[in-house]
């Protein structure tokens, strides 16, 4: 992800590069190589990272960083985010002594548990929540940050897991089957 400024609007923006690790490579021209075994996971990838950025483009949550364009180049695509000035829900916890008061979290929460509600109704589970991809703006409003594409939340695929220890569900880690529930 990089900062970035938008000189159309004249604000600061984040930009999201699909460049999965073990799959993709920086040329020295700056564009993107995959990796010859690693075509089909690169390219399935790319398809459904564009998918998610333009469906969250074209739908507004009370508690996601806007995306403001999706594009291809150089061999990738982008997502063009809104740049949300904050902390982590983490650090907040913790500059607040690690506890909340039901108002607080109240008037916190249900915006985030709403947006997550209408990620799920559009096929899009982030698969990653945690206090460290929640951010909480200088608005005060929390913001769920770092959608990605479901494989890099697995660690049963072949790409690169990104998992957050001790808030990934137990599917994600690959050591449980469809028969658990039984």
């Keep these: ?35 010859p075994d690693k075509k089909y996971v ?10 998610i950025g333009r469906t969250i483009m074209s739908k507004s949550f009370p508690a996601l960083q806007d995306v403001e364009d999706v594009f291809e180049a150089d061999g990738t695509a982008y997502t063009v985010y ?37 990620l799920h109704e559009l096929g899009i589970v982030h698969g990653g929540i945690s206090p460290d991809t929640i951010l909480v703006g200088r608005d005060g409003k929390l913001r769920l940050r770092g959608i990605c594409i479901p494989r890099l939340r697995s660690a049963s695929t072949d790409g690169p897991a ?21």
């Design 82 to 118: 809104q740049n949300i000035q904050g902390i982590t829900l983490s650090d907040f916890l913790t500059r607040n002594g690690g506890v909340l008061k039901w108002e607080q979290a109240r008037a916190l929460f249900l915006p985030l548990i709403d947006t997550i509600k209408g």
């Design 42 to 51: 690169f390219n399935e990838g790319l398809l459904e990272f564009i998918e």
């Design 1 to 35: 992800t990089y900062i970035a400024w938008d000189l159309s609007n004249n604000v600061s923006v984040k930009i999201k590069e699909y460049f999965p690790l073990g799959v993709a490579f920086r040329n020295p021209d700056a564009t993107v190589s995959i990796a």
């Design 162 to 182: 990104e998992l957050y220890s001790g808030y990934a569900a137990p599917e994600q880690y690959g050591k449980f089957d469809a028969k658990l529930s039984e």
